[in-house]
């Protein structure tokens, strides 16, 4: 399944990342956490003190910068920033730096770059409709509010930083109007993307049926 890839698409909190984890794992792919990057640009961008409303400066510092995403661990520029980058600081600045069109355009490339030397399964929220549009097999997450902001609660409880449940609500609607008025790739479901809500699904049955999907298009079946 070397040229194989999924494009898995959806708003924050709808389970992505775990699910396309497993789903790589479970069909030896490679696994892209695109809002990883994201996360590693807006990262720098702090740490740099770049002005994140500056978008020459944030675009020139993302074609410069090197991410390496690994199975367990994502690097900027030979620095381990797996931790740093779900902090609350960089969520608080990842949607702008990612509306910026040269932030987009330069991780697009490096994404499709790697699909072009190994088969992936790509999360994110322009996969199906920009990154790889011919992807064969795409999947549209969805889930409740309420739902998105509980598990992101969790998430950070679990990575040891404070969170408040409706304050979490809040900035995912915020980062939903963000991500689905954008002007460049907005957030969308493709014509051809399977969606599926998780609200009421565990992690397991998501995968399986996903896993189905892919078995389906290798298979020959529609």
């Not at 992505?16 to 956490?33: F, H, I, M, W």
Request: with cysteine.
């Amino acid at each position: 399944m070397k040229s194989f890839s999924v494009a898995i698409d959806g708003p924050a909190g709808a389970g992505k990342s775990t699910v396309a984890r497993q789903v790589a794992e479970r069909l030896g792919l490679t696994y892209v956490d695109t809002g990883a990057m994201y996360r590693a640009i807006t990262w720098k961008v702090l740490r740099e003190q770049v002005d994140p409303s500056d978008e020459l400066a944030v675009t020139r510092l993302a074609q410069r910068t090197k991410i390496d995403i690994q199975p367990t661990d994502i690097w900027v520029d030979g620095v381990r920033v797996t931790e740093e980058i779900r902090s609350p600081e960089v969520t608080a600045h990842v949607s702008a730096v990612a509306r910026i069109p040269g932030v987009r355009e330069a991780l697009v490339e490096k994404q499709r770059a790697i699909a072009q030397t190994t088969g992936v399964v790509m999360d994110g929220r322009d996969i199906g409709t920009y990154v790889l549009p011919d992807a064969d097999v795409k999947v549209f997450l969805t889930a409740s509010i309420e739902e998105r902001a509980r598990r992101r609660y969790l998430e950070m409880m679990r990575r040891g930083f404070t969170a408040d449940l409706e304050e979490l609500k809040e900035a995912i609607q915020r980062r939903d109007e963000a991500d689905t008025t954008r002007e460049h790739a907005p957030l969308r479901k493709a014509d051809d993307a399977v969606e599926i809500d998780t609200t009421s699904h565990s992690i397991n049955d998501v995968v399986e049926r996903i896993l189905e999907l892919c078995r389906t298009k290798v298979g020959g079946g529609e």
